[in-house]
């Protein structure tokens, strides 16, 4: 069965090397900024003829305090609640900007607010921010919906949880990382679990579909026995799903993380020790493993939706939400149609300065060739049904699979002797040992990662 995983320190330590967790195909690397804004206008325009379903993304990079560990894209700003005034006119702007160009029969069944903290918006913002958007965009009645936000339960206040469930939010996720208290002053975060339970009470009683938790692996000063507990408690808490990441180790670029010492870090025997108690744990208390991070409870509908084959991954990791097209607002956000990637300006200044022109803010983007295409649904169908049938490959896209992958099938090899895949005549199918491999398989069919692997770029798959 699909779900099984299996944990193997000798393959995990022969496979360990950096590589891209496919969140796209081609990479954010791959983007470039001969991509503008006519160009993300002719894609809109060629999506528009197809017609399907949106999902908005916004973007809103404030956050009351800096954790060291973190990778996203934001800004801290203590006390400065009205820097988020300017940011939100030129946000409203550019929801128009984007209204304007799709189709109005187009709906949104998917919406989904990141950060940075989208709750360090005032109520009053959060509120307004909905309104502009079901304005501007044919929103999808409540019912068939997924409205997601992130949310810091540090900093959320008491009614703002039953406020978004009010304006159809239906999912929540909230960073929590390590309940430890070395470790959380390690990464300068420190969460009781008095915040954390409250938070998760108030989401229960205000009816959301799902609670996700967001903890981390990898960080300073974690030991298996002080994450075992970790996971106890958090197991106790019973969230719907968990996102246990990997800590990505990158100070080279980005800055904040310099903050956190080198020999503070768990070593690599720790560090596989830390990922096989979870994964056992989180098993052994029923949790299934969906993938790159990804664990839920048997009736949540990403487990379902991986079951039945229709699971999808996306910037915001798994979502069972097949086949929308992507808006991405807001400073860095993402967007995706199905030929091309688009990505607007990373800071405040150049995004302000753009939508003030009256413009879209994007920095680059990339138009997928024919053979992107081809290789982006392998990857995609690796990542989330741990199959790909050859002969649905080769009719979609008009190839003879055998033939136009010879290459990847012999490199393949090598991986099905490991026991990571089953090579067959017909399919690849990935075997228990290589679900916590899944982007050493999927490497294989990456065009730009013989140019572009090194460890400036990417993470460490363990
Ligand atoms: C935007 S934050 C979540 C919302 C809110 N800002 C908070 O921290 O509670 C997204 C999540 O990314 C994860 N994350 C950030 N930096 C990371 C890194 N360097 N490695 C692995 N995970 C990371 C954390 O688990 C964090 O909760
Ligand atoms: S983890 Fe969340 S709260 Fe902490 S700096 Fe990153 S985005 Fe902000």
Do not use: W
């Not at 919406?111 to 958007?133: C, F, I, K, R, S």
């Not at 929590?176 to 070395?182: A, E, F, S």
């Not at 990373?346 to 024919?370: H, N, V």
């Not at 002969?391 to 003879?400: H, K, L, P, Y």
């Amino acid at each position: 069965m699909y779900s099984s995983v299996q944990f193997d320190s000798v393959m995990l330590k022969k496979y360990d090397t950096f590589g891209p967790r496919y969140t796209s195909y081609p990479t954010a690397i791959q983007f470039n900024p001969a991509f503008t804004g006519s160009d993300y206008k002719r894609e809109i325009e060629l999506s528009n003829g197809i017609g399907k379903p949106l999902s908005l993304y916004f973007h809103i990079p404030y956050c009351k305090s800096l954790c060291f560990f973190c990778a996203c894209n934001k800004i801290i700003s203590h006390s400065d609640q009205a820097r988020t005034v300017p940011y939100l006119e030129r946000l409203y702007k550019e929801i128009k900007l984007q209204a304007n160009l799709v189709n109005s029969d187009r709906q949104v069944n998917q919406l989904h607010l990141g950060g940075g903290t989208p709750t360090y918006l005032n109520d009053d913002q959060l509120a307004e921010l909905m309104a502009v958007t079901a304005d501007e965009f044919n929103l999808a009645p409540i019912g068939s919906r997924e409205f997601s936000i992130e949310v810091d339960p540090r900093t959320v206040r008491e009614n703002t949880i039953s406020m978004l469930a009010e304006h159809g939010f239906n999912r929540i996720s909230f960073g929590v990382q390590d309940l430890d208290i070395k470790v959380q002053q390690g990464v300068n975060r420190i969460q009781t679990y008095d915040q954390n339970m409250a938070v998760i009470d108030a989401a229960r009683t205000s009816g959301y579909a799902s609670i996700s938790l967001d903890l981390i692996y990898g960080l300073p000063f974690q030991t298996v026995e002080g994450f075992d507990r970790t996971l106890e408690r958090i197991i106790a808490m019973q969230p719907d799903r968990l996102a246990v990441y990997n800590y990505a180790h990158m100070p080279h670029r980005i800055k904040a993380q310099k903050l956190i010492k080198e020999q503070d870090l768990p070593d690599a025997a720790t560090k596989l020790g830390l990922l096989e108690l979870t994964i056992t744990r989180l098993q052994e208390a029923g949790y299934v493993y969906i993938g790159m991070d990804h664990f839920a409870l048997p009736d949540d509908e990403l487990v379902k939706a991986m079951e039945n084959g229709t699971l999808q991954r996306n910037f915001q990791g798994y979502s069972t939400h097949a086949d929308t097209d992507m808006i991405g607002m807001g400073m860095t956000s993402i967007g995706k149609t199905d030929n091309c990637y688009s990505q607007n300006q990373r800071y405040e200044k150049a995004y302000f300065q753009d939508i003030d022109e009256g413009q879209l803010a994007i920095m680059q983007g990339y138009s997928l060739s024919a053979d992107d295409q081809v290789r982006r649904d392998v990857i995609q169908r690796l990542m989330c049904q741990g199959l790909v049938e050859f002969e649905s490959i080769s009719q979609q896209f008009g190839i003879d699979f055998h033939h136009y992958f010879a290459e990847e099938l012999q490199r393949l090899k090598p991986l099905a002797n490991d026991g990571l895949i089953q090579l067959q005549e017909s399919d690849i199918s990935i075997l228990p040992l290589g679900r916590l491999l899944l982007r050493n398989i999927a490497m294989v069919f990456d065009i730009y990662r013989p140019r572009t692997v090194t460890d400036q770029l990417f993470s460490k798959v363990i």
